[in-house]
């Protein structure tokens, strides 16, 4: 049997090869789909990196201004005790 004498089996391959055409079509759309999907989860991450290493910075800033103030407090507490020591006797 001769499928290009039948027109059955012409119509019958001409639709296997849409549907062949298609899968195909919706694999590589699926595929591109997952890549963009892998890619904004990718960058979400990194955005979260960069968000999280900004904030410990500005915690260790906060720390460390803090502490100089208080070692500040504390140096300038010192010197008016000793400026007061020296000028009541």
């Known amino acids: 049997m001769d ?24 694999n590589e759309a699926q595929e591109k ?3 963009e999907r892998k890619r904004k989860e990718e960058e979400r991450k990194a955005k979260i990196v960069v968000a ?12 460390v201004d803090r502490e100089w ?8 507490e010192i010197l008016q005790l000793f400026h007061w020591k020296l000028t009541s006797d």
């Open 3 to 26: 499928v290009d004498s039948n027109p059955e089996a012409k119509q019958a391959a001409l639709e296997l090869a849409q549907a062949q055409e298609w899968v195909h079509a919706t």
């Open 33 to 35: 789909h997952q890549e």
């Open 52 to 63: 999280t290493k900004l904030a410990a910075e500005q915690a260790v800033e906060l720390v």
């Open 69 to 76: 103030r208080m070692l500040l407090q504390v140096s300038l």
